[in-house]
């Protein structure tokens, strides 16, 4: 398997508490995607990106998701996150992070992967 990790930076309102209402938040998406060896093997010898997965539609995908709604729970951004990048082509797994950075005072940084 080939491995694609991608880090993103994505600024958005997101939360329950009330104090996470009417602000942003800045946060860390990491995406871990593999891909069968042989579409990558396919694309390294072709040349051709239509051989494997385009990375950018990686990047499409969180910065569209984020901008459909407000999210209150990491845990429905990263599953529809997860679940879209699972249905494109060549894809074998997906695994989506993401970090709110000082969700509270005392937790500089908490992360929920799924």
């Known amino acids: 398997m080939a491995t694609i990790e991608m880090e993103l930076h994505v600024r958005t309102e997101i939360g329950i508490a009330p104090t996470e209402r009417g602000r942003e938040q800045a946060l860390t998406v990491l995406l871990v995607v593999e891909v069968d060896d042989r579409h990558s093997d396919a694309a390294a010898r072709e040349g051709k990106i239509g051989a494997t997965l385009d990375y950018g539609r990686l990047r499409q995908i969180v910065h569209q998701v984020f901008a459909e709604r407000r999210w209150d729970l990491l ?31 005392d937790v500089p940084r908490l992360t929920l992967t799924r």
């Open 75 to 105: 845990e429905q951004v990263t599953t529809t996150i997860r679940d879209r990048i699972r249905d494109l082509e060549h894809v074998a797994s997906a695994r989506v992070g993401i970090t709110k950075h000082h969700a509270w005072a």
